[in-house]
């Protein structure tokens, strides 16, 4: 269950275990926790990543999502990979509100880098603190929870909630993928992926190399019904929400906005290392908000109110289906 998998994988937070790897960055020899390594800039580094800001077209486009209802969680009946804490599937309305209609890339993440003074990337180690051209619109990752929520106050929005993001995600007929019902495979999301050598859980110096992800603006087939690209595979996504496995059997229906506290901040849709059983927009976990990791991104949201609300920029216009009861 990936549930247990991730719980395997915390070694304190999904971090620990790179001892006696030799990182190849300014400054930095020997790394015996990821957290520990820092980029530094050079002169010219920072002059070059600062034109790039200047000059580059980011993908920053968000999505209007109208007011209302949407079927959210699982129900076995009809999917037979459903895990305990998507149960039980209910509707759930939600007020409107906009969300990215990609993932933050790594170009719109050195804007706020910049703005905030903060240090490169764990991955931006060409050109003095710069990723490499080809790696401008790959997906931002080894961001903590707190990285993430920072950089969506930075931008003037916010994460979205694990509502929001599923009913982004699926529409609002309880389908199992952004696409319908059809079964991922590798022509619509980047999924199952080892990377180089092997799995990260069995090789913690993996956290360091850079993993095979892609532009998030691909598999313009796998658009969900809304218009968001790759909201399963390429990078998981931080949410807002504190997890809690059982919080289905207690959670309103209306507006959910997660426990009021917890241990670990909850993430939606599967990663490049993920298997089929997780490719589902239903699924859901959490893990310590302090882990920085290589499958693990986010997009932001933004509440909306007044005229903007009943409208959309996406065409969606699915009707809700019966909602049977779950035994």
């Not at 079927?71 to 305990?84: F, V």
């Not at 906009?98 to 050195?110: C, D, H, N, R």
Request: with cysteine; hydrophobic share 35%; charged share 25%.
């Amino acid at each position: 269950m990936r549930e247990e998998r991730v719980r395997k994988w915390n070694w304190a937070g999904l971090a620990l275990g790179v001892t006696g790897v030799i990182v190849g960055m300014t400054h930095v020899a020997w790394g015996s926790d990821i957290q520990d390594i820092r980029v530094e800039w050079t002169d010219a580094g920072k002059k070059l990543a600062t034109e790039r800001v200047a000059s580059w077209k980011s993908k920053g486009e968000m999505v209007l999502i109208p007011a209302g209802e949407f079927i959210m969680g699982s129900d076995k009946k009809t999917d037979r990979l459903a895990y305990r804490s998507e149960i039980p599937q209910r509707r759930v309305y939600l007020d409107a509100f906009e969300i990215g209609k990609y993932e933050v890339t790594a170009l719109e993440y050195l804007k706020f880098i910049l703005a905030t003074n903060r240090p490169p990337q764990l991955d931006w180690r060409y050109d003095g603190g710069n990723f490499q051209e080809s790696m401008a619109h790959h997906p931002i990752m080894h961001v903590t929870w707190a990285d993430a929520d920072a950089y969506c106050k930075w931008a003037g929005q916010r994460l979205p909630t694990e509502a929001e993001w599923e009913k982004a995600a699926r529409g609002v007929d309880g389908r199992l993928f952004p696409w319908g019902h059809q079964y991922a495979g590798p022509t619509r999301a980047n999924f199952g992926r080892t990377g180089l050598s092997g799995p990260v859980r069995d090789r913690p110096e993996r956290l360091l190399l850079y993993p095979p992800i892609i532009s998030v603006d691909k598999y313009e087939n796998a658009v969900s019904p809304h218009g968001l690209y790759q909201t399963i595979g390429n990078v998981a996504e931080w949410v807002s929400d504190w997890y809690d496995q059982d919080y289905y059997k207690s959670a309103p229906d209306r507006n959910p906005q997660g426990p009021e506290t917890g241990t670990q901040k909850a993430f939606r849709g599967g990663g490049w290392m993920d298997s089929t059983t997780t490719m589902r927009v239903a699924m859901r976990n959490g893990t310590d908000p302090n882990t920085k990791i290589n499958w693990l991104g986010f997009r932001c949201a933004k509440s909306v109110t007044g005229e903007h609300s009943s409208s959309t920029t996406s065409h969606m216009h699915d009707e809700l289906p019966t909602l049977e009861a779950s035994h």
